[in-house]
Nanobody, 124 residues
Framework: QVQLVESGGGLVQAGESLRLSCAAS????????MGWFRQAPGKERVFVAH????????YYADSVKGRFTISRDNAKNTVYLQMNRLKLEDTAVYYC?????????????????WGQGTQVTVSS
């Protein structure tokens, strides 16, 4: 069992930055591929980024590539999402997720564990 708790969301203006954190407890953290997803009002939850257990591999959705950076600190059981140059369309609830197994999963059903989400609102 893995418990995930996100933090760091808030209200920012377009062009600003925000860093999300996700603290994990339970099973061995470094065994888990960690992902970030987001869900805008009235829309489906979609993939944002994920990172391998060692942190050596990362992958991003095209919509955030070059602006967002996912990282992890296995000593702290924490994964981060650094979000720069935020846009209005980045407004969403951001969810942290964990899975065991192969790296490369981008579908929600491939992740067994989810946090409660943290709201990110970008204003003009």
């Amino acid at each position: 069992q893995v418990q995930l708790v996100e933090s760091g969301g808030g209200l920012v203006q377009a062009g600003e930055s925000l860093r999300l954190s996700c603290a994990a407890s339970g099973r061995t953290f470094s065994n888990n591929v960690m992902g970030w997803f987001r869900q805008a009002p009235g829309k489906e939850r979609v993939f944002v980024a994920h990172i391998s257990g060692s942190g050596s591999q990362t992958y991003y959705a095209d919509s955030v590539k070059g602006r967002f950076t996912i990282s992890r600190d296995n000593a702290k059981n924490t994964v981060y999402l650094q979000m720069n140059r935020l846009k209005l369309e980045d407004t969403a609830v951001y969810y942290c997720a964990a899975r065991t197994g192969r790296w490369g999963a981008t579908a929600t059903w491939e992740y067994a564990y989810w946090g409660q989400g943290t709201q990110v609102t970008v204003s003009s």
